[in-house]
T-cell receptor, first 115, second 115 residues
Framework: EAGVTQFPSHSVIEKGQTVTLRCDPISGHDNLYWYRRVMGKEIKFLLHFVKESKQDESGMPNNRFLAERTGGTYSTLKVQPAELEDSGVYFC?????????????FGPGTRLTVL | AQSVTQPDIHITVSEGASLELRCNYSYGATPYLFWYVQSPGQGLQLLLKYFSGDTLVQGIKGFEAEFKRSQSSFNLRKPSVHWSDAAEYFCAVGAGYSSASKIIFGSGTRLSIRP
């Protein structure tokens, strides 16, 4: 089966611009997660969808970040307006249902550079 | 709050030598523990996981890890490394009581292999 895919692989934008990152989870996976790694630090959780609902968005840094998962399939993460500190690698992961342990499968990440 | 510490930022070992990567965690209950690996240009791949039971867990690519509750540690080991093991390794803990909860990562250890 196809893995988690993310688009674009790289994005370079100016401060103040808007960027939208996309994640396509593995087909049939209800759980979708966004994580971010900034400046070589640890990978940090941003939010978790179960189908189209936000289960946990405690890691979203501020209201410049907006995540959606319309229809419970792919997800987008929009940053508007982007700031320098938003630079980093954004990972998406997906997992099956929650009745037992379900491995989170990660995508290759989107490297975002804000100049 | 849950946290994960990987004290070694960068380790270099000779090909064929043994390897141990250190990980300490902070968590109130019995944790879900993971080791992930990220090779250049790739997403995060799960090497192994611990939930309960036998404290020595076997993973893919010849890796193993031992859960030591008394030391709050979950060190990763491999008896003989190969050049293809050069990558960044992340220790992580499942942060909630659900198997679908978010994952908290350590800051990573970069492994280089000396020919």
């Amino acid at each position: 089966e196809a893995g988690v895919t993310q688009f674009p692989s790289h994005s370079v934008i100016e401060k103040g611009q808007t960027v939208t990152l996309r994640c396509d989870p593995i087909s049939g996976h209800d759980n979708l997660y966004w994580y971010r790694r900034v400046m070589g630090k640890e990978i940090k959780f941003l939010l978790h969808f179960v189908k189209e609902s936000k289960q946990d968005e405690s890691g979203m840094p501020n209201n410049r970040f907006l995540a959606e998962r319309t229809g419970g399939t792919y997800s987008t993460l929009k940053v508007q307006p982007a700031e320098l500190e938003d630079s980093g690698v954004y990972f998406c992961a997906s997992a099956r249902g929650t009745t037992s342990y379900n491995e989170q499968f990660f995508g290759p990440g989107t490297r975002l550079t804000v100049l | 709050a849950q946290s994960v510490t990987q004290p070694d930022i960068h380790i270099t070992v000779s090909e064929g030598a043994s390897l141990e990567l250190r990980c300490n965690y902070s968590y109130g209950a019995t944790p879900y523990l993971f080791w992930y690996v990220q090779s250049p240009g790739q997403g995060l791949q799960l090497l192994l996981k611990y939930f309960s039971g036998d404290t020595l867990v076997q993973g893919i690519k010849g890796f193993e890890a031992e859960f030591k509750r008394s030391q709050s540690s979950f060190n990763l080991r491999k008896p003989s490394v190969h050049w293809s093991d050069a990558a960044e390794y992340f220790c992580a803990v499942g942060a909630g009581y659900s198997s679908a909860s978010k994952i908290i990562f350590g800051s990573g250890t970069r492994l280089s292999i000396r020919p």
